[in-house]
Every structure is written in C-alpha cells, then in structure tokens.
C-alpha cells in the first residue's frame, strides 16, 4: 500500500498490466486546494473480488485509526503516546485509584516527547479521573471515527 499522486478521476479498480494480470484498487481519494490530488493504492496478481478489496481497505483504515489512538492525543497541551501498555498502565493505575479511594496517589506520568518530556503528577483522584476519562472517550472517539470510514464506502463502485 502507498500514497500516491494522479488523476483526480482514476479508477477505483482497473487492470494495470493485462498480460501479467496486475490489478489495482485505489481509496482515500483527496485533492489538496492547489488542485493535486493522491490516493492510497494496493497491486494484486489476479483480480481481486470484492472481499479481498474490503479486506485490504479495511485494514488500511483499521492501521490509520491505531496511529491516531498512539499519536494523537494530548492532555494539558501535551502530546500522551497511547501505545497499548501505556493504555494498560493508565487503566491499571485508574482502577487502583478508584478501588482505593485515591490511596495510591499522587501518581506521576511522562507525556510529552523523549526531546521534551513532560511530567503530570495526579494528587487526587478528581485529577487523575480526568485525564483518564478525557483519554477514554479520545480512544472511542477515534474508533467511532473509524466506523464511519468504513460505513461510507461504496464498494459497489469496485464491481
């Protein structure tokens, strides 16, 4: 899969190489204000049949989200790398806080990046729940967003 630049009118689906039976299918069209445009396109050996075009699709989209779940958060002005054992520790450290009433507090995170670290202490469980339910809905919203990718797709046009 690559992103690359074209035609502003290229087929979704078309046969590159007749004789090799190379194929393409080409999504997320985009046309920038200065009137280039892209697309992400994916080359097959055969014809690919509409489940095998959702299947590359889908996971392109399933990829994108989970960059955007990692990077693409922040909290108090910071970036917050939401890898999926930083998810864990923020959940893990989120429940003890709950289950004792904040007892385990204060907590200190790293956000930022590793050039410019920045580090958020919690002192109470107001602060803590906070950050970890704005963090929470950051995640669902992203997946949400996700979901409607998916849903607005006509794979009729790959037929």
Known sequence: MKRVQGSKDVQLLGCTNPVQDKWRIRWDIQTTEDGVTS?????????????????????????????????????????????QENQFNYKSTYDL?????????????????????????????????????KMVAYIREMVENGWKDKDTIDFTLYL
Do not use: C
């Open 39 to 83: 697309f992400v396109e994916e080359e097959f050996s055969e014809k690919p049949d509409i489940e095998k075009i959702k299947s590359v699709i889908f996971s392109w989209i399933d990829h994108r989200v989970e960059e955007r779940i990692k990077s693409g958060f922040t909290y108090l002005g910071q970036k917050v790398w939401l890898s």
């Open 97 to 133: 806080a709950v289950q004792t009433k904040g007892k385990n507090l204060p907590v200190t995170f790293k956000f930022g990046t590793d050039d410019m670290p920045y580090y958020a202490k919690f002192n109470t469980l107001s602060e803590l729940s906070d950050f970890y339910l």
